[in-house]
Nanobody, 127 residues
């Protein structure tokens, strides 16, 4: 059974950067497309980025495009989300998730497409 653990969140001032990590255990990330999601208080969970199983397909939401960068290190069995130029509206709990490996190799930011979820890491952007 795949397990995902996020880390790297914290409190940063506007304009700052963080690198979030999503470490996998129990199975190799070679088989999984991965998404990053976030949920702010009182708001629905939104998909901010995804990367296909083979890394060839990547997508970002418009709100983070140009500031967030997703990458996958299969050797480390970890997916990263580099987040730069942070804004207060980026404050949220960030989650990584993995798709069912039996599904097509597809990058999607649809939360319903993911079945394995981490516990989340808090990102707070404030001066």
């Amino acid at each position: 059974q795949l397990q995902l653990v996020e880390s790297g969140g914290g409190l940063v001032p506007p304009g700052g950067s963080l690198r979030l990590s999503c470490a996998a255990s129990g199975s190799s990330l070679d088989y999984y497309a991965i998404g990053w999601f976030r949920q702010a208080p009182g708001k629905e969970r939104e998909g901010v980025s995804c990367i296909s199983r083979d890394g060839d397909s990547i997508d970002y939401s418009n709100s983070v495009k140009g500031r967030f960068t997703i990458s996958k290190d299969n050797a480390a069995n970890t997916v990263y989300l580099q987040i730069d130029s942070l804004k207060p509206e980026d404050t949220a709990v960030y989650y990584c998730a993995a798709r069912n490996p039996g599904l097509p190799n597809l990058c999607t930011r649809n939360t319903n497409a993911y079945i394995y979820w981490g516990q989340g890491t808090q990102v707070t952007v404030s001066s």
